[in-house]
């Protein structure tokens, strides 16, 4: 069984950081581009940072460029989000997500973590 | 940037009612758009991709159709279970989703 389970959501202040985990299982991480995706309160969802299997290619909203960073360790099997300079615009439900098609469109998602950015 | 325009924000319907969803993208998409379901407090549920597609294990009352930049979802017979949030997802250019819309009951 497929499962992906998000971790490390947390209270941060204003310019501080945090890096966020997914740990997948089920199925063979190594071969399969992986995402970010974030819902803030009350709101729909933004597509925030794809990774390809062999970490090699990364893509970001540009809201987010230059101060979240998307990594992978396939021997773990685990995707990981760092997110520095945080705003409080960055509050929101983060999933991780697993990529069918070279990432084209989502299949399974994770339960997701709660990051929220106050003072 | 490509922009996905859902409509309507909100639908009430009934169980039993056909109800059809429609997102407009900004340009040419080809036919590169997901739908996904969403619960409350849940994580979002491929339904269909490749506009037409639909996701293996999806009840075969969801469908999805394209005419140019317009992609339409229909639940032929609405069931309880679908009360839910739909998104339409842009893959033609990197990744934009619609602004969702809500299905309530009527």
């Known amino acids: 069984e497929v499962q992906l389970v998000e971790s490390g959501g947390d209270l941060v202040q204003p310019g501080g950081s945090l890096r966020l985990s997914c740990a997948a299982s089920?199925?063979?991480?190594?071969?399969?581009?992986m995402i970010w995706v974030r819902q803030a309160p009350g709101k729909g969802l933004e597509w925030m940072a794809n990774?390809?299997?062999?970490?090699?290619?990364?893509y970001y909203v540009d809201s987010v460029r230059g101060r979240f960073t998307v990594s992978r360790d396939n021997a773990r099997s685990s995707l990981h989000l760092q997110m520095n300079s945080l705003r409080a615009e960055d509050t929101a439900v983060y999933y991780c997500?697993?990529?069918?098609?070279?990432?084209?469109?989502?299949?399974?998602w994770g339960q997701g973590t709660l990051v929220t950015v106050s003072s | 940037d490509i922009q996905m325009t859902q409509s309507p924000s909100t639908l009430s319907a009934s169980v039993g009612d056909r109800v059809t969803i429609t997102c407009r993208a900004s340009?040419?998409?080809?036919?590169?758009l997901a739908w996904y379901q969403q619960k409350p407090g849940k994580a979002p549920k491929l339904l269909i991709y490749?506009?037409?597609t639909l996701q293996s294990g999806v009840p075969s009352r969801f469908s999805g159709s394209a005419s140019g930049t317009d992609f339409t979802l229909t639940i032929s017979s609405l069931q309880p279970d679908d009360f839910a949030t739909y998104y339409c997802?842009?893959?033609?250019?990197?990744?934009?989703f619609g602004q969702g819309t809500k299905v309530e009951i009527k």
């Open positions: 997500a697993r990529g069918l098609s070279s990432a084209h469109y989502f299949d399974y």
């Open positions: 089920g199925f063979t991480f190594g071969n399969y581009w």
């Open positions: 990774i390809k299997p062999d970490g090699s290619e990364k």
């Open positions: 340009q040419s998409i080809s036919s590169s």
């Open positions: 490749k506009a037409s």
């Open positions: 997802q842009q893959y033609n250019s990197y990744w934009t």
